[in-house]
């Protein structure tokens, strides 16, 4: 048992995940780190100790993995502060070209496996009377070329979070949204270089962000000493979400 603040972080092996974690264990939560990755996972145990943080291996798409990830987490310490749902994937090509299992895998990790923790997270949260929920979108969610799976998959992020503000909002438990722009993390190095380039430039800052940059959002969204904000979509996107070019 701990005093500690709870946090559940889903893809917290790697990349923005685990920028996540060490920001949130810097903050002096215990967090539980979920993800599909066993081998970051451990090593993530190996980096922190347990008394900062526990590993769970967990598929955010299967609705009984997380049903169990509640109950434990329900069984051993009967609370549970934030959830930052932050696993996500993309399937890259143009519509013609895509298959329809890419829509379906897509969204299913990105859109429906965020509902999954959200609707555990709020029971738990509903009853104790408090709670943050974050959820990790993109300023894809805005629409880009070669993304109709994963923009789809973000727009339902961002409305998920906002319909759910009004459900919980009485509750004392505030929902909000993170829409991180280009991030230098493997999602985004595993592009071919002269995309990676092109996209860099399209930037208003000529930059790419870090992970700790949407993690420090996350810190400021979880802390108790912020208040009376929920249902918002914060973007972290050095200004591409402007629009305008630049
Ligand atoms: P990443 O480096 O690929 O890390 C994502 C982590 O999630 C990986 O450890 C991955 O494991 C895990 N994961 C994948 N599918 C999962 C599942 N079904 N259940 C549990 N865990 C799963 O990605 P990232 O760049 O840090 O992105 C994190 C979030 O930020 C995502 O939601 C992404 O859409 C969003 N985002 C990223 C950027 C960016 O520029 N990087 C921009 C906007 C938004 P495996 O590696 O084993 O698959």
């Given at each position: 048992m701990t005093s500690k603040r709870i946090a559940v972080v889903t893809g917290a092996a790697k990349g923005i995940g685990r920028a996540?974690?060490?920001?949130?264990?810097?903050?002096?939560?215990?967090?539980?780190?979920?993800d599909i990755d066993a081998v970051g996972g451990q090593e993530l145990v190996a980096v922190f100790g347990e008394n900062q943080l526990s590993f769970?291996?967990?598929d955010v798409t299967s609705e009984?993995?997380?049903?169990?990830?509640?109950?434990?987490?329900?069984?051993?310490?009967?609370?549970?502060?934030?959830?930052?749902n932050n696993a996500g994937i993309i399937r890259d090509n143009m519509?013609?070209?895509?298959?329809?299992?890419d829509f379906d895998l897509v969204i299913s990790v990105n859109l429906k496996g965020p509902w999954l923790l959200c609707k555990e997270a709020a029971r738990l949260m509903k009853r104790q009377n408090s709670g943050r929920i974050?959820?990790?979108?993109?300023?894809?969610?805005?629409?880009?070329?070669?993304?109709?799976?994963?923009?789809?998959?973000?727009a339902g992020v961002v409305g998920m979070g906002r319909a759910l503000a009004l459900e919980l909002g009485k509750y004392n438990v505030y929902v909000n949204t993170i829409a991180p722009g280009l991030i230098d993390t493997t999602l985004t190095r595993n592009?071919?270089?002269?995309?990676?380039?092109?996209?860099?430039?399209?930037?208003?800052?000529?930059t790419m962000g870090k992970p700790e940059d949407v993690a420090n959002a996350v810190a400021f969204l979880a802390s108790p000493q912020t208040h009376f904000i929920t249902g918002?979509?914060?973007?972290?996107?050095?200004?591409?979400?402007i629009g305008a070019g630049g």
């Open positions: 996540i974690v060490e920001r949130l264990i810097s903050d002096d939560y215990f967090v539980i780190a979920a769970e291996a967990v009984s993995g997380i049903n169990a990830l509640f109950d434990k987490i329900d069984q051993k310490f009967g609370r549970l502060e934030v959830l930052v519509i013609w070209n895509m298959p329809a299992e974050i959820n990790i979108a993109s300023r894809a969610w805005l629409g880009n070329r070669g993304q109709t799976n994963y923009s789809a998959s973000k592009l071919e270089p002269d995309v990676l380039q092109k996209l860099i430039q399209a930037q208003p800052t000529r918002q979509t914060i973007y972290v996107d050095g200004g591409k979400s």
